[in-house]
């Protein structure tokens, strides 16, 4: 994983796994064929102006919050890449509660089950994150809320994210990070953010791995049709 030191910086998700804090290796494994399963139910998203309109402000109310204030550039720079609203507040909704009813509300209107419904409360994180049994089944049911959202629209949401076929904009990652951060604050605990960081490119590798190999190849594909584009002319 590279170093953060701009927008431009990205992180490759076949990287990530090799980070010793993490989700345990069966944890992975079970999200992952989880993720598969819910590609089944995916439904195509018709969202209205309204709706958008409602999205968008919670988002601006969150960063009105001075509390939130240094999550405001990274934000922008996700709006700025198009990135759907609705991931960036199931990013936020570990720590904020209408960004959490929000993306609720949002998977009940495509009749599918809530986070907290799906989550595997069976699984658990690799043990030394210091969190009790209550903050592991938070954690758990907020990287399931992430994935059923992605697993709605995953190249909708992952084509605007990625900066070529190999790496994600490294923005997400830091973002994610912060709101991790965050919410062990919120849970009594301070971890400086390059302590954290590896828990958090485990929980996003776990979120994008299984859907990021068909939006690759798209990549890919769209790739090959420039260059030929070029050649012929």
């Known amino acids: 994983m590279s170093e953060f030191g701009g927008p431009s910086e990205s992180f490759g998700p076949q990287e ?6 993490g989700l345990s290796e069966e944890a992975q494994q079970r999200f992952a064929a989880a993720a598969a399963g819910m590609q089944q139910i995916r439904r195509e998203e018709k969202k209205s102006k309204k709706k958008d309109d409602r999205v968008a402000q919670i988002i601006i109310q969150f960063l009105d919050n001075e509390q939130h204030a240094h999550l405001f550039v990274l ?28 993306v609720t509300q949002h998977l009940a209107e495509r009749d599918v089950q809530s986070a907290e419904e799906a989550a595997d409360q069976s699984l658990a994180l690799a043990p030394g994150n210091g969190l009790d049994v209550a903050g592991n089944k938070v954690l758990i049911t907020w990287i399931t809320r992430m994935q059923l959202v992605l697993s709605l ?37 301070t971890v400086p953010y390059e302590s954290i960081q590896p828990l958090t490119a485990s929980i996003l590798q776990t979120v ?5 190999g068909k939006v ?15 050649e012929d002319e």
């Not at 990530?16 to 804090?21: I, K, L, P, R």
């Not at 991931?87 to 009813?101: G, K, Y």
Request: charged share 35%; hydrophobic share 40%; glycine share 4%.
């Open 216 to 230: 690759r190849k798209s990549l890919i594909e769209e790739r090959k049709r420039k260059e030929k584009r070029e």
């Open 208 to 212: 994008f791995e299984p859907f990021v």
């Open 153 to 189: 629209d995953p190249e909708q949401i992952l084509l605007k994210l990625m900066v070529d076929e190999k790496n994600i904009d490294g923005t997400v990652l830091q973002l994610t990070t912060f709101v991790l951060q965050e919410f062990f604050r919120l849970q009594g605990k």
């Open 16 to 21: 990530s796994g090799q980070v010793s804090e």
């Open 75 to 102: 934000i922008s720079r996700l709006v700025a890449r198009d990135c759907p609203s609705i991931f960036i507040l199931a990013i936020l909704s570990l720590i904020h509660e209408e960004s959490r009813a929000e």
